[in-house]
């Protein structure tokens, strides 16, 4: 790819968890960002943002609708590259799923790459997916399984659990990916996917997202039982890095699954105790998710570390996350011990 002095790239959802860590490392790395957002106005999404280094010179927040066809033309037009990692999802209303989770997820999709389409400067697109789509896909699930790209969900068996809405989610990211890899076969520009497990660690953003509520839930004692489920995790910083490195390395291709490892949850809230000894945090199962115990399982992000990155340990991530959560008001200070601040 191009040098990042001079090359103009677009950021959507631009003041996400995801997204506002892209924003800051394209800005350190000399690009000028172009930042949709849906109100560049409202000071409290987009506050944070201004003051990161070199956003008076280089970065500039722009008004857009991912569902609305068009809105994202005269962003994109004579940009270099895009990243996209805004992915609309109501989650408090599981009525007419089909139309509040799975068309914005798909339009939205859609409609960033057709514009980039239309731009004919664009040379490279990344998108933010997920590890929902990649992994659970077969029967047999355990740690001498190895998931890695070339895995896909079943999206049949998501529709069987459609009363839950974390089964909607992954759908709608299953089938958002999928319908960008239709769409770019006959498209003259590069697509790239990374594919995130639970993403944790700072927030530079003044609002929570929902894996960062989890974990401020499970803290606070707001989730009295925890969930007998294995997930990987992620630290944000090292997720931003590995979308910026992506675009920037001419032979990458494909996906790439972030993750440092699959723990347990139930592991999740023992590093938590320890971080936060005077916090109600939960040491059971809830009712419904009773043992027999979930089993780990391997993801492999070897792909993703030939780029450059080296990922961070849970531990770590978890007391960055909650540092960062003592720092932007969410959580009062107790006892909590042993932080790092990073930024």
Known sequence: MADA?????????????????VVKLLLERGYTVRGAVRNPDDTKKVGHLLQLPGANERLILCKADLLNEGAYDGVVAGADGVFHTASPFFMKNMTNPEERFLSPAVRGTLNVLKSAAKAKSVKRVVLTSSTDTVAHNRESKDPNVVVDETWWRRSRVLRRNSACVQAWYAL????????????????????LVMNPSMVIGPLLQNSLNSSTGI??????GATKEYT???TGCVNVRDT???HVLAYEMPSAEGRYILSKTVVHFEDIAKILKNICPGYPIPSKYAFLTLPPKARTYSLTSEKAEKLGVHFTSVEESLEECVASLRNKGFLPLLYIKHLRIGN
């Not at 002095?5 to 968890?17: Q, R, S």
């Open 215 to 220: 974990i401020l839930n499970v803290i606070t």
């Open 240 to 242: 931003a890095l590995a």
């Open 172 to 191: 709608s990211k299953l089938t958002a990916e999928k319908a960008a890899w239709d769409f770019v076969k006959d498209i003259d520009f590069d697509l």
């Open 228 to 230: 007998n489920f294995a």
């Open 5 to 21: 002095v001079g090359n103009t790239v677009v950021v959507t959802g631009a003041n996400g968890l995801i997204a506002s860590w």
